[in-house]
């Protein structure tokens, strides 16, 4: 018998794949509220689920990456905006989102039977049935961003790599100030991408955090690991809601995901820093 979980992802009508909101932000590196802005300025109409629930599939993924890529990168305002993506989107979007099923659910059956896994191991493993799993990797039901991340982590992957489309441009290389700009949410911190992270198993990110800002809500991930380098400035880190570390220039701190961690700059002077992230 199939779990609510799986039920409610497994259709049969082409294996439509939805995300919700939080998925979504993840995915394109923002914060839930900022596609709710989005969604109030007319830029994009979410669709809802039967709870009344934002979801958003392949095609509104990339409708949102056009949003953020025309606003963080480009400077356009809401005007210039929905000019634009009243002109391309009807054109692009359907052909890319065949594109992003038949590369996500390849890709999956692809690291299983490269990696000599079976798919009672695997489902085993991620905490789902064998027969769901056979469904995602043919094409036949639809994933949440936590099975799909927990897969990824197995195969030791980045979330990212089953459904980012690749282009052509040279991504080694990222020079000073041409790393791609995130969203946090958070006031007074600014982060910036110093690798594509979509084959890569960790993130490398700079930090550059006011004073008296930072994350003051402790939280964590399923797995991986941290590692906090300063190049300025101090940086107090909280573990566990019961262990204050201070992290001054030239110093690191390296802990597991799954602890519970939060942090700011508790100095008189902007901090710098460098973050990596791992995923397994």
């Known amino acids: ?5 799986e039920t409610q992802y497994n ?5 439509k794949i939805v995300f919700n909101i939080s998925d979504v932000a993840k995915i394109i590196g923002v914060v839930p509220a900022t596609i709710r802005n989005w969604e109030n300025a007319g830029l994009i109409a979410s669709k809802r689920n039967e709870s009344n629930y934002r979801v958003f599939d ?21 005007s210039m905006i929905k000019n634009l993506l009243s ?16 590369f996500y659910h390849a890709m999956l059956k692809s690291y299983r039977e490269d990696g000599g896994y079976t798919l009672e191991e695997v489902s085993k493993a991620v905490g789902i049935s064998p027969s769901y799993l056979s469904r995602i990797e043919n094409g036949k039901a639809g994933i949440t961003f936590e099975v799909l991340s927990k897969l990824a982590g ?5 979330t990212v790599r089953f459904f980012d489309v690749k282009d052509d441009e040279d991504r080694e290389l990222v020079k000073r100030g041409k790393g791609t700009e995130l969203e946090t949410g958070l006031d007074g911190v600014t982060i910036q991408s110093l690798i594509d992270g979509r084959e890569n198993t960790f993130e490398a990110v700079r930090f550059v955090v006011k004073p008296g800002c930072g994350d003051f809500k402790a ?37 597991k995901s799954a602890r519970y961690h939060k942090w700011h700059n508790p100095g008189k002077k902007s901090t710098e820093l460098l973050w990596v992230h791992s995923y397994i």
């Open 1 to 5: 018998m199939l779990s609510e979980l």
């Open 11 to 15: 259709e049969q009508d082409g294996a």
């Open 58 to 78: 392949f095609n509104d993924i990339e409708i949102l990456r056009k949003i953020k890529e025309y606003s963080s990168q480009k400077n356009m305002n809401i």
């Open 154 to 158: 197995y195969y030791g992957e980045s």
């Open 219 to 255: 939280h964590s991930h399923n797995s991986g690991e941290e590692f906090i380098h300063v190049l300025s400035g101090v940086l107090s880190v909280m573990l566990d809601d019961s262990k204050e570390f201070i992290v001054k220039m030239g110093d690191s701190i390296h802990f």
């Open 87 to 102: 002109k391309d989107i009807t054109v692009i979007f359907p052909e890319n989102e065949k594109y992003y099923k038949e």
